[in-house]
């Protein structure tokens, strides 16, 4: 008889572990690599690096850093599940006319990759952010 109760008290504490375990809510990829104050390393990392590149810093003269993390800050926010709203320009309206050429995106995007890196992300991790922000090519190269 103890026994008995022993295992439909163990069956009973299994029950509602694995009902808590169901209920909780899945975290966002935002909160997941630890929200804005990692956003914001990475960008501030990877923008150090781009206004220095000899290839593409010039598409960066006269453009704040800070306004431009901030704003690259929201717009990924706002893309893997974040509080964020951007409501700053779009890609298209920020790039048309510059003639950025497909080589010239990939090496800004291999900064950003490479400050996600030094932060810790995972490769998991990178490449959801990466996947949502591959659109963006298309609205910046070759217009």
């Known amino acids: 008889m103890i026994r008995h109760c022993f295992r439909l008290m163990v069956i009973a504490a299994l029950s509602v572990l694995i009902a808590a375990c169901a209920s909780a ?3 966002t990829l935002y909160e997941e690599i630890g929200g804005h104050k990692t956003l914001n390393t990475i960008y501030g990392v990877a923008i150090t690096r781009i206004y ?10 006269g453009v704040p850093k800070k306004h431009l993390r901030d704003q690259l800050v929201l717009q990924t926010c706002e893309l893997i599940g974040g509080p964020c709203e951007y409501d700053g320009k779009t890609m298209l309206e920020s790039h048309t006319g510059l003639n950025i050429k497909e080589r010239e995106f990939y090496i800004l995007v291999e900064y950003v990759q490479g400050a996600m890196r030094d932060v810790g992300l995972t490769y998991q991790q990178e490449n959801r952010i990466l996947k949502l922000l591959a659109p963006i090519k298309y609205e910046t190269v070759y217009l």
Do not use: A, N
Not at 52 to 61: A, S
């Open 25 to 27: 809510p899945e975290q």
């Open 52 to 61: 220095t590149d000899p290839v593409i810093g010039h598409y960066f003269k």
